[in-house]
């Protein structure tokens, strides 16, 4: 899976430095694809990270066989 960042996940990201990409690429797989509400063209990947217990939400575009990390954070 090739996962790229977008200009806001970059900037996120020193701040959530616990958020790997594996740990992306996990939520992603282990999750069906939802609809944001938002946004019409972006997807929500949201699972349970089974090392910490915690809930992860993903939000990402596919594009090109490409996924884009929009943005990632912990619900819990």
Do not use: C
Request: net charge positive; no cysteine.
């Amino acid at each position: 899976m090739n996962i790229t960042d977008s200009t806001h996940w970059k900037r996120k990201r020193k701040y959530r430095k616990d958020i790997t990409n594996d740990v992306i690429e996990y939520a992603i797989q282990n999750s069906s694809e939802l609809k944001d509400k938002h946004w019409q063209d972006a997807l929500n990947a949201i699972s349970r990270v089974p090392l910490s217990g915690r809930i992860l939400k993903v939000v990402y575009k596919k594009e090109k066989g490409k996924i884009k990390v929009i943005t990632a954070f912990w619900l819990d």
